[in-house]
């Protein structure tokens, strides 16, 4: 069998060129890094988890008119998603203050922001994916005006629709980071949600404990990660209440 053409490795997924034109196919790793790899570790179930989620988002989005790079789920740790030419943004949208913006300017953890904000940081590991301002990313022709005037429209509305999700089954959806890519239909650009939406790009609070749900128990030592993922692919129906730890045989479809 021919092997496939690995195209991108990154910390936690690796792209392999796909079965047709326009297509990849995005492997979901095992391996979870904070603080720019500095701290790392395998988390075993992590990968599969992540696919499952991303996917039960992404198509969540896909049906309220969402355009998303998600194709289908080929396997537990894969999907297959549209090539898009990544925008080298890392864009943040929060509704509660946490982690860097409360260091950043001194406001407590948990304290509820007055509306949504939106920031964007600029996609370089060597920098430590730096925070900018619209100023530069026009500056530098990252994206253009119209480009920052979609992206707000699409993460907006990416916010609106997971803080629902999340809200249902008793999580606060503090914050999010979404990457988006561009693809062409003909002469025309459009812009889509690309790499994935899972807890490790997410701050998910219980909304009665406050127990966190998502990557900070990793980066803070808080305990077992895929428990926690486990628990909110409990909640969201994505994998079944009864099912015992997930490891890799609970997932099999
Ligand atoms: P921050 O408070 O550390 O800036 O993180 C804001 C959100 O972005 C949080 O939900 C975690 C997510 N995030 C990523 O997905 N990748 C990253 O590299 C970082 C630093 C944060």
């Not at 995005?26 to 500095?38: C, H, I, L, R, V």
Request: with cysteine.
């Amino acid at each position: 069998m021919a092997r496939r053409k690995l195209v991108y490795e990154g910390k936690a997924k690796i792209m392999y060129e796909g079965p047709e034109p326009g297509t990849m196919v995005q492997y979901f790793k095992d391996d979870a890094t904070a603080f720019n790899a500095e701290k790392k570790a395998v988390i075993d179930g992590k990968g599969v988890l992540n696919n499952r989620l991303s996917e039960f988002f992404m198509v969540g989005l896909g049906n309220i008119g969402v355009p998303t790079h998600f194709i289908k789920r080929l396997n537990m740790r894969e999907q297959l998603i549209r090539a898009c030419e990544i925008i080298p943004l890392e864009i943040i949208v929060r509704n509660v203050a946490a982690g860097s913006l409360s260091t950043r300017l001194g406001i407590e953890e948990g304290t509820a922001l007055p509306r949504p904000i939106i920031e964007f940081c600029y996609k370089d590991d060597k920098l430590g994916d730096p925070l900018v301002a619209e100023e530069h990313i026009i500056a530098f022709g990252w994206a253009s005006q119209q480009d920052l005037d979609d992206i707000v429209a699409l993460a907006l509305r990416v916010n609106d629709f997971l803080s629902g999700c999340m809200l249902a089954v008793g999580i606060k959806l503090v914050d999010f980071k979404i990457e988006v890519g561009r693809v062409w239909d003909n002469d025309f650009q459009r812009l889509i949600l690309a790499d994935e939406i899972s807890p490790d790009s997410c701050r998910l609070w219980d909304i009665e404990t406050g127990k966190k749900l998502d990557k900070d128990v990793f980066r803070r030592d808080l305990g077992s990660l895929t428990d926690a993922y486990t628990e909110v692919a409990r909640r969201l129906g994505v994998l079944p209440n009864n099912s015992g730890p997930v490891t890799r045989p609970t997932l099999i479809n």
